[in-house]
C-alpha cells in the first residue's frame, strides 16, 4: 500500500486528531452555550467568505486549525441568542453518533449493508406510532429532509388515489392538492416535481390566526372540481412554518373522511409536541391522518437532516416506488428492512443512530423538557412584546415561533422598509440572529426559540436593540 494511503487510515493519527476536536468542540459548546466569549456570528458577505475559503487551501494549515476555523465562520446555533430559523441546537450525544457512523459508513439501501441502522430504524418508527395513536398496521421510515419527507407522501397519496396507475401510467387526469394559504413552499414543489403543474395546489383560506379555515373546503374542493382538478390530498400544518399556527386537524380529518381524500400532516416543526405532556393537545386528530412528517432535526434535538414519514397504513409506504432492481434484491414483496423499496435514498445514512442515542441516553423525558421549555417560553416572549406599546405581534403564538414587527413610523411602506432594515443591521452586528417574514404583505421580524438557553433576559435585550436601532434606522 502507499505510504499516504497508510497514514490516512492511521489508527493512531485518528485516536490524536479526535481527542484534539471533541476538545475543541467541547470548549467552542461551553463558549455558545454561556453567550459571552463568542458572538452568534462573524458575519461576512458571501464574496468576502467565498475569498477567505478560496486563499484557505494554499496556506496548509494543519487539521485542528482548520477546525477552529470552521467554527469561527459558522452560525453558532448552541447560543442562546441565536432565534433564527427552525434548526435545532442538537444534543453533543448526537455529534458522537455521527462520527460512529460517519466512519462505519453502513449504507442503508438494503438490510445487509445497514444491518443495525435497519433494525434501529424500525424500532423508532414503532415509538413514533405509538406516539401518534396509530395502530399496529402503521410503518415509516426515516429520509433526508422535510421537503424530501413530503414528496415522498404525495407521491403515495397520488398513487392511491388514482387507481395505482399513476407509476406505470403516467398521469391521465389533472390533480389537484388543497393547501392553506401558509403552507411551506415544497408543497408547491412538490406538486409539479409530480406534474400537476402551476395549478396543481389550491389554497384554502386561513382565519385571522393564520390557520386553516376547515368551512372553506367545501368550496375549494368545488371550485377545483370546477377547473376540471380532481382533489386526491388535503396537507394540513402542525405547525405551520411562517406562523406556528396549529391547523385544526380533527376537522380536516373528517372533511377528507367524508370525501374519501387523503389527509396528509405537515408536522416538521410542530410535531415534536407529541412529546409534550403539555402540548401535545395541539395535534389532537393526528392519529386520522394518512401520512405524517416530522423533522427529527427541529424540535428533536437532532443534528440536519433526518425526518420520519409516517402512514397510518404501513402497506401505504410502498405504493410510492414500485419498481425492479435484482441487483438489490430478489423479492418484490413488502420488506420493512429493504428501505431502498420505499425512500428516495439508496444509499442512506445511518439516521435512526443519533435519535436512538439520544433515547439510550435520556429517555423520552428530554423531548417533553426541550418542547414544553421553549413553547413556555415563546408564550412570554409574547407577554414581554405586548407590554411595550411600540411593538404589535402578528397572531398569539402556538408553538415556538413568533412573528412581530416595531411601529416606530407611520405608513406601511416605510414600516416594512425599517423592519428589513433592522432585520439586516442585526445580521450583520451578530449578536443576534433573527430572520423576517411577509404576512399579507406585511414585513414581520421573527423568531424561532429553538435554544433552551435562551431565557426572557436575552429577549429583553433584542427588544431593546430593536428599539435603539429603530431610532437610529428611522431617523435616516
Given at each position: 500500500?502507499?505510504?499516504?494511503?497508510?497514514?490516512a487510515?492511521?489508527?493512531e493519527?485518528?485516536r490524536?486528531n479526535?481527542?484534539?476536536?471533541?476538545d475543541l468542540?467541547?470548549d467552542?459548546?461551553n463558549?455558545?452555550?454561556?453567550?459571552?466569549?463568542?458572538?452568534v456570528?462573524?458575519w461576512?458577505t458571501?464574496?468576502?467568505?467565498f475569498g477567505?475559503?478560496?486563499?484557505y487551501?494554499g496556506q496548509?494549515?494543519?487539521?485542528?486549525s482548520?477546525?477552529?476555523?470552521?467554527?469561527?465562520?459558522?452560525i453558532h446555533l448552541?447560543?442562546?441568542k441565536?432565534?433564527?430559523?427552525?434548526v435545532?441546537a442538537?444534543?453533543?450525544?448526537?455529534?458522537l453518533?455521527?462520527?460512529?457512523?460517519?466512519l462505519?459508513?453502513?449504507?442503508?439501501a438494503?438490510?445487509e449493508?445497514?444491518?443495525?441502522?435497519s433494525a434501529?430504524?424500525?424500532w423508532?418508527?414503532?415509538?413514533?406510532?405509538?406516539?401518534?395513536?396509530?395502530e399496529d398496521?402503521?410503518?415509516?421510515?426515516?429520509t433526508?429532509?422535510?421537503?424530501?419527507a413530503?414528496l415522498?407522501a404525495l407521491?403515495a397519496?397520488r398513487?392511491i388515489?388514482?387507481?395505482r396507475?399513476a407509476?406505470e401510467?403516467?398521469?391521465?387526469?389533472?390533480?389537484c392538492i388543497?393547501?392553506?394559504?401558509?403552507s411551506h413552499?415544497?408543497?408547491?414543489?412538490a406538486?409539479?416535481i409530480?406534474?400537476?403543474?402551476?395549478?396543481g395546489?389550491?389554497?384554502?383560506?386561513?382565519?385571522?390566526?393564520?390557520?386553516?379555515d376547515?368551512?372553506?373546503?367545501?368550496?375549494?374542493l368545488k371550485?377545483?372540481?370546477i377547473?376540471?382538478?380532481?382533489?386526491?390530498?388535503?396537507?394540513?400544518n402542525?405547525?405551520?412554518?411562517a406562523t406556528?399556527?396549529y391547523?385544526?386537524l380533527?376537522a380536516?380529518?373528517?372533511?377528507c373522511?367524508k370525501?374519501?381524500?387523503?389527509?396528509?400532516?405537515?408536522?416538521a416543526?410542530?410535531?415534536?409536541?407529541?412529546?409534550s405532556?403539555?402540548?401535545k393537545?395541539?395535534?389532537?386528530g393526528?392519529?386520522e391522518?394518512?401520512?405524517?412528517i416530522?423533522?427529527?432535526?427541529?424540535?428533536?434535538?437532532?443534528?440536519a437532516l433526518?425526518t420520519?414519514?409516517m402512514?397510518?397504513?404501513?402497506?401505504?409506504s410502498?405504493e410510492t416506488f414500485?419498481?425492479?432492481?435484482?441487483?438489490?434484491w430478489?423479492?418484490?414483496?413488502?420488506e420493512?428492512?429493504?428501505?431502498?423499496?420505499r425512500?428516495?435514498?439508496?444509499t442512506?445514512?445511518?439516521?435512526?443512530?443519533?435519535?436512538?442515542?439520544?433515547?439510550h441516553?435520556?429517555?423520552?423525558e428530554?423531548?417533553?423538557?426541550n418542547v414544553?421549555?421553549l413553547?413556555n417560553l415563546?408564550a412570554?416572549f409574547?407577554?414581554?412584546i405586548?407590554?411595550?406599546?411600540?411593538?404589535?405581534?402578528?397572531?398569539?403564538?402556538m408553538?415556538?415561533?413568533?412573528?412581530?414587527?416595531i411601529l416606530?413610523?407611520?405608513?406601511e411602506?416605510?414600516?416594512n422598509e425599517?423592519?428589513?432594515?433592522i432585520?439586516?443591521?442585526?445580521l450583520?452586528?451578530g449578536?443576534?440572529?433573527?430572520?423576517?417574514?411577509?404576512?399579507d404583505?406585511?414585513v414581520?421580524?421573527r423568531v424561532?426559540?429553538?435554544?433552551?438557553f435562551?431565557?426572557?433576559?436575552?429577549?429583553?435585550e433584542?427588544?431593546?436593540?430593536?428599539?435603539?436601532l429603530?431610532?437610529?434606522?428611522?431617523?435616516?
Amino acid at each position: 500500500m502507499k505510504k499516504l494511503l497508510q497514514e490516512a487510515y492511521s489508527p493512531e493519527s485518528f485516536r490524536k486528531n479526535g481527542h484534539k476536536v471533541v476538545d475543541l468542540l467541547a470548549d467552542y459548546l461551553n463558549k455558545a452555550i454561556s453567550g459571552k466569549e463568542i458572538p452568534v456570528m462573524n458575519w461576512k458577505t458571501p464574496e468576502k467568505q467565498f475569498g477567505f475559503w478560496n486563499d484557505y487551501q494554499g496556506q496548509y494549515k494543519n487539521l485542528d486549525s482548520f477546525f477552529k476555523d470552521v467554527i469561527d465562520h459558522s452560525i453558532h446555533l448552541h447560543h442562546p441568542k441565536y432565534v433564527g430559523h427552525q434548526v435545532s441546537a442538537p444534543l453533543p450525544v448526537t455529534a458522537l453518533s455521527a462520527m460512529v457512523s460517519a466512519l462505519l459508513n453502513n449504507g442503508m439501501a438494503i438490510y445487509e449493508m445497514g444491518p443495525v441502522a435497519s433494525a434501529l430504524e424500525k424500532w423508532v418508527v414503532t415509538k413514533f406510532a405509538e406516539q401518534l395513536g396509530f395502530e399496529d398496521s402503521a410503518s415509516g421510515f426515516l429520509t433526508s429532509g422535510g421537503t424530501l419527507a413530503t414528496l415522498t407522501a404525495l407521491l403515495a397519496a397520488r398513487q392511491i388515489q388514482s387507481g395505482r396507475k399513476a407509476w406505470e401510467e403516467g398521469l391521465t387526469e389533472k390533480l389537484c392538492i388543497l393547501v392553506p394559504e401558509h403552507s411551506h413552499y415544497c408543497v408547491d414543489r412538490a406538486t409539479r416535481i409530480m406534474g400537476f403543474g402551476s395549478d396543481g395546489i389550491a389554497k384554502v383560506p386561513v382565519n385571522e390566526h393564520f390557520k386553516m379555515d376547515p368551512s372553506q373546503l367545501k368550496s375549494s374542493l368545488k371550485k377545483a372540481e370546477i377547473n376540471g382538478r380532481k382533489v386526491i390530498a388535503v396537507v394540513a400544518n402542525a405547525c405551520s412554518t411562517a406562523t406556528g399556527t396549529y391547523d385544526d386537524l380533527k376537522a380536516i380529518g373528517d372533511f377528507c373522511k367524508k370525501h374519501k381524500i387523503w389527509f396528509h400532516v405537515d408536522a416538521a416543526h410542530g410535531g415534536g409536541a407529541i412529546f409534550s405532556k403539555k402540548y401535545k393537545h395541539l395535534l389532537e386528530g393526528i392519529e386520522e391522518a394518512d401520512s405524517v412528517i416530522i423533522d427529527l432535526h427541529k424540535m428533536l434535538m437532532n443534528p440536519a437532516l433526518s425526518t420520519i414519514v409516517m402512514f397510518k397504513d404501513g402497506k401505504n409506504s410502498y405504493e410510492t416506488f414500485n419498481q425492479k432492481a435484482q441487483y438489490l434484491w430478489a423479492q418484490e414483496d413488502e420488506e420493512w428492512f429493504n428501505y431502498a423499496k420505499r425512500t428516495f435514498e439508496c444509499t442512506k445514512l445511518m439516521m435512526s443512530m443519533k435519535f436512538y442515542s439520544i433515547i439510550h441516553q435520556y429517555g423520552f423525558e428530554i423531548f417533553d423538557q426541550n418542547v414544553t421549555t421553549l413553547y413556555n417560553l415563546t408564550a412570554s416572549f409574547a407577554k414581554l412584546i405586548k407590554n411595550r406599546s411600540q411593538f404589535e405581534i402578528a397572531t398569539k403564538p402556538m408553538a415556538n415561533i413568533l412573528c412581530f414587527r416595531i411601529l416606530e413610523r407611520k405608513g406601511e411602506k416605510s414600516l416594512n422598509e425599517l423592519n428589513q432594515k433592522i432585520r439586516q443591521s442585526i445580521l450583520e452586528e451578530g449578536e443576534f440572529y433573527i430572520v423576517q417574514t411577509e404576512l399579507d404583505g406585511i414585513v414581520y421580524l421573527r423568531v424561532t426559540l429553538m435554544n433552551p438557553f435562551t431565557t426572557e433576559k436575552h429577549l429583553e435585550e433584542l427588544l431593546d436593540k430593536i428599539e435603539f436601532l429603530s431610532g437610529n434606522l428611522g431617523s435616516t
